[in-house]
């Protein structure tokens, strides 16, 4: 049996499962505290809605980690960014099409981080002895071109300093020889006899200098160049005029010689933007710069002296990203855009994103680089953040989209950030940026505040009532802004042969649409409208009408007019129309309710489908009712006021129903070769 008295086999008393230490001593001390659990950090976005922000937590913009590379800057262009990433590895050219504001310039500059590295170069033009008109092209590494151009600079100080003491002596002695012989006058004409002989016999020692047209530094990353609006000589080089030729006071070829922006992206990275704004002649040059990876500089002037000159082929291997809008495809030169598919990538910009929390927090993002890049405005706090959220839900104008036109965004930002600091406030606040927003106006959105004043100025706004054959449309008036749209009807005999003719500047789609209309009025008036014709004027439309938006508005017109029924004033409509009576979906909803609030119409019938899209400013919600419609039958129920229901119902009825087609018998011999061609069953 052991022995439990002995201290070295004592074993530590215990309490609720706590070890004690025996010693009196230790337990006479004070029991160490426990670790204090960590306190969860707080946010000031954390009173929202998670989602809303995409899972991001901040107090303001400030918190926001910013990518340090400019390609993971960039928000909303994931198919654009993928391509440039293999363009850059590979050295591929890129033609990128879309809305202006998309990101295609920042695009570009991220390509030139993302080459690979090389060897840049410098490029220097050497007189030619053998013809002046000819200069010599030399490439040295980068950073070396400096020291040549130093080291011939040093020689030709040295070489006219002792020209200099030459011609001195020499006039010094000739001086003194008409000194001493009394020929004082005759000693100053050879005197300058000489100094004009020296400065027309002896070459300049500069000439002999080169002259660095293109300079890069060791450690610098690819060059990017943008080339965009550059006139022929900016993009392709140029020699300068030299107004004096001769005489000893010309200026040597070489030193008149300048590079183009295709030679200084040598190695790197060439942008033009609004490439079809080029002339055809310069694409041409541009094409064979892009082929031969080489270009001679000339005088792009025919009246210059430059035109004489033309260097040695001057090196140009860059990668061209050209960049345009949807009409740029049409007017570029074919070979040029052949050359960019075959040997590289076409991408057409997205103008939206999906509404996610994903890309919501890439918009956070984008809202903190903004305020970055600007240095001067202060950051935005989670109420002004969640307000910017809203418009670019607002200007993308689809249902669950956002815009990624981000530069009109990024202007936003930067007024709301304007206000906070002319109020002294610390950072940016929703209040600022509500209040951006009515300074921050599109000029189209002026203008249509101020055409809606000056027509009810004039009368030419009608809001109440009822009349026969006017029904108020809407339009969009460029990317932000709508329009309240009057359009009138009125149906006269026809001398002739029964026609649609509509007035306003309508544009092709526009024409079409109208008609498209004739068939739902057949349908509805079940009269032969070959007797009369029928008037459609586009009132107010001094810019023309293009879009078949104002389909419906055209057909209630047209029917109020040819069956003399009132239209209620008070109601706005919008939508396209199929021959079938198909109310479709039509663009810039938001816009076009918002302008007929402000023209004090309270009923707007819209396409059914675009309902989602409404994301109207709070202060016009209780002044408008959205009536959803699919068919236009209920567009003619809402809008048409009749004082025979029963009979308006049955016309209604006609529009619903499709025309049953007989089939044509077939002749009888035709029928009986048919049967025998038919296999036996």
Known sequence: MENVDSPAQTPDKTISGIVLDANPEKLSGEIPARDAPPVKKTYASDVYDSDLFGGVQFNTTEDINIPPKIIDQVIGQEHAVD???????????????????????????????????????????YPNPEDNNNPIIRVVPAGRGKEIVAAHKEEARKRASSKNMMLLVLVIGVLGIALISGQLLMGIVAVAFI?????????????LVPKMIVSNKPDLSAPFVDGTGSHAGALLGDVRHDPFQSGGLETPAHERVEAGAIHRA?????????????????????????????????????????AMVRTEPVPCRFLMIAAGNLDAVQHMHPALRSRIRGYGYEVYMSETMDDTPENRAKLIRFIAQEVKNDGKIPHFDPSAVSEILREAKRRSGRKGHLTVKLRDLGGLVRVAGDLAIQESSPVTTMQHVVAAKQIARSVEDQISDEYIRR?????????????????????????????????????TPSQGAGAVIATGLLKEIAQESIKNVSALIKKFSGTDIRKVDIHVQFIGTYNGVEGDSASVTVATAVISALEDIPVRQDVAMTGSLSVRGDVLPIGGVTYKIEAAAKAGIHTIIIPKSNLDDVLIEERYKSMVTILPVTRIEEVLRYA????????????????????????MPLHKELADQAAQALPPA
């Open 455 to 491: 027509t009810r100025d004039y009368d030419l706004a009608i809001v109440s009532g009822n009349l026969v054959g006017r029904v108020n449309g809407l339009a969009v008036v460029g990317n932000d802004a709508g329009s309240v749209l009057p359009i009138t009807a009125e149906v």
């Open 266 to 306: 040598h190695k790197g990275v060439l942008f033009i933007d609004e490439i079809n704004t080029l002339e055809l002649s310069s694409q041409q040059s541009l094409l064979t710069a892009l082929q031969e990876g080489e270009f001679p500089i000339t005088g792009q002037s025919d009246r210059s002296s430059g």
């Open 195 to 207: 100094f004009l002989a020296f400065r027309s016999i002896m070459p300049k020692d500069t000439a």
């Open 83 to 125: 391509v440039i990433r293999k363009a850059a590895t590979q050295r591929r050219h890129v033609m990128m099409i879309g809305s202006p504001g998309t990101g295609k310039s920042m695009l570009a500059k991220a390509m030139s981080e993302l080459l690979p590295k090389e060897e840049l170069q410098d490029i220097l033009t």
């Open 640 to 663: 048409l006021v009749p004082d025979d229901l029963e009979g308006f119902e049955k016309k209604l009825l006609q529009l619903g129903k499709h025309m049953e087609i007989p089939k």
